[in-house]
């Protein structure tokens, strides 16, 4: 007896295309090969819930962390930094534009819905393993047990041993990845509401970038929980692996959170847990084929994740490409055809919704991010030009038009930095 | 606070075989770099220079592949642990 789906992976990808199928009552599996949903995710920490509010307002009682209300961007230079920060209660709301999460527990929820809505979640099986039959994909195959399906849904995450099997995807290479070293620290939500100037329930998002990861590609960051902080650094995997005399990954970790900004926000928290996690970085340059004869692929298994520079997208990606395999898998059962051709309805659905949109429009930040300037030179100059601005001493101050001219001059008008803006005006369109 | 210190706050189900194996005579034969032991996030490999061998703690491994990909070589073998073995993130 053929399962019609076989889902491998309750991440939020598995789970939003289970949940789909439930809907319409088909008979559905999700394999996962933690011992429950969430027990081997990690994020850094927001989910943007805008862009697939029609899926999200169903989960109603869903166990966000935070509505961000509060988004800051910080660059370093040393112990110095220069900080934006945007405010905007309107960003919180009925279904807010993002909420600061926790997988761990949200992932246990939704397979917990899932299951409810008829769907059948079965934990402690790692699949790695394809069926074939004519040389179609035909199932999988998990601790000897076969299990044979119409189709299999991937969504095992960004290594994706069942692409790899399914001849879709290779292990990624170093540039087309970036590693995330989070730990999370547990704070009463009082004090995190007075340190990061929040109402009960708002929560804030903050981006660093500049010398704590010592000119290479990366960046930190801070999102609060209810009960707790996420602080992090996200490191591009060939950039960790260039210059043996730089610090490695905790140790880069451990100077972000020595910045006296970040310190402060942490102070007097208790560590609560340890993660790190891979994190698809090449764009849509690095998404490539994704369906195939009885396989669909969806989630960071199939590259949809985005490094925007200004913020970074991954999750909601996940839940609007599980739904939209769903719905092909729901199309090719209709027409009785699981080829790479009747499941194309994926490739459609996908290429017309905002997934795409965003991927396309920002195709160019992959090369972009590659700059080491974005992450030293830049940083130091902003930071120069306002320290200059802030100290006042006894002597004639230096006349504010030759001090905005000499920073726009090392960071712009010059050959080098204005051909990198040049290439950088494209992006979003 | 070191990283093997921040790893007992981990929940974690341990599995007496290794999910990592390594080719100690390609890590010995061909490799100067030593990517591993640099981009590991949990600093769990090590090069013993007695015995002229990579050695990994895979009980400590946060499953993050990082390694499987900076690794130039082909020397790791990875594969996810077993079924409900290794780290078990309750926050994530």
Redesign the interface.
Same mark, same amino acid.
């Given at each position: 007896m053929k399962m019609d789906a076989v889902i491998v992976g309750a991440g939020l990808a598995g789970l939003a295309a289970a949940e789909r199928l439930a809907e319409v009552g088909l008979q559905v599996v999700v394999l996962e090969r933690g011992d429950g949903p969430g027990t081997k995710n990690v994020t850094g920490g927001r989910m943007y819930v805008g862009p697939i509010r029609d899926v999200v307002e169903r989960w109603q009682d869903a166990p966000w962390e935070r509505a961000v209300t509060r988004e800051a961007w910080t660059l370093v230079d040393g112990d110095r930094a220069v900080r934006m920060e945007y405010i905007d209660p309107a960003l919180g709301g009925e279904v807010p534009q993002s909420y600061t999460v926790l997988r761990g527990r949200l992932d246990a929820w939704l397979g917990e819905r899932v299951m409810g809505m008829g769907a059948f979640v079965i934990p402690e099986k790692p699949v790695a393993e394809l069926l074939r039959e004519d040389g179609r994909v035909a199932g999988v195959r998990v601790d000897g047990e076969e299990i044979p399906a119409h189709v299999v849904i991937g969504c095992d995450g960004v290594l994706s041993f069942v692409g790899q099997a399914a001849g879709l995807r290779q292990v990624p290479e170093p540039k087309a990845v970036a590693v995330g070293v989070k730990e999370v620290i547990g704070l009463p939500p009082g004090t995190i509401e007075d340190r990061f100037n929040l109402e009960p329930g708002e929560g804030a998002a903050e981006l660093f970038v500049g010398s704590f990861t010592d000119g290479r590609m990366g960046g930190g960051f801070v999102y609060t929980n209810r009960d707790s902080v996420s602080v992090g650094v996200v490191m591009g995997v060939h950039d960790l692996m260039e210059d043996g005399g730089r610090e490695k990954a905790p140790e880069t970790l451990e100077a972000f959170k020595r910045h006296p900004r970040v310190r402060r926000l942490l102070q007097s928290g208790e560590l609560l847990e340890y993660s790190a996690h891979l994190i698809p970085e090449a764009g849509l340059g690095g998404v490539g084929r994704i369906v195939d004869d009885g396989i669909l692929l969806a989630g960071d298994a199939a590259g949809l994740a985005l490094n925007m520079g200004y913020t970074v997208r991954g999750m909601e990606f996940a839940v609007a490409s599980g739904r939209m395999a769903a719905e092909a898998v729901l199309e090719a059962r209709e027409a009785d055809d699981y080829s790479a051709v009747g499941l194309s309805g994926y490739l459609r659905r996908l290429r017309q919704s905002f997934v795409w949109r965003y991927l396309e429009a920002y195709r160019d930040m992959p090369a972009l991010l590659s700059n080491p300037d974005l992450f030293g030179r830049y940083p130091r100059e902003v930071a120069e030009l306002v320290g200059r601005l802030v100290r006042l001493g006894k002597d004639a101050p230096e006349p504010l038009g030759s001090l905005v001219w000499g920073f726009l001059r090392r960071t712009a008008l010059n050959r080098r930095d204005a051909r990198f803006w040049w290439k950088a005006r494209g992006l979003g369109r | 606070?070191a990283?093997d210190e921040? &790893?007992t706050?981990?929940a974690f189900?341990h599995d007496e075989q290794s999910h990592i194996q390594i080719d100690a005579e390609v890590c010995r034969a061909r490799c100067r @770099?030593r $990517?591993c032991v #640099? *981009? %590991? +996030?949990?600093?769990l490999y090590e090069w013993n220079e007695e015995s002229d061998r990579m050695t990994v703690e895979f009980a400590g491994c &946060? @499953? %993050? /592949?990082?390694c &499987? *990909?900076?690794c130039r070589e082909g020397a790791l073998t990875w #594969?996810? +642990? #077993? /079924? /409900?073995y290794? *780290?078990? $993130? #309750?926050? /994530?």
């Open positions: - | 606070m990283v921040k &790893l706050k981990n189900r @770099e $990517y #640099r *981009v %590991c +996030p949990a600093a &946060l @499953e %993050c /592949g990082t &499987l *990909v900076a #594969r996810y +642990p #077993r /079924g /409900g290794g *780290v078990r $993130y #309750r926050y /994530g």
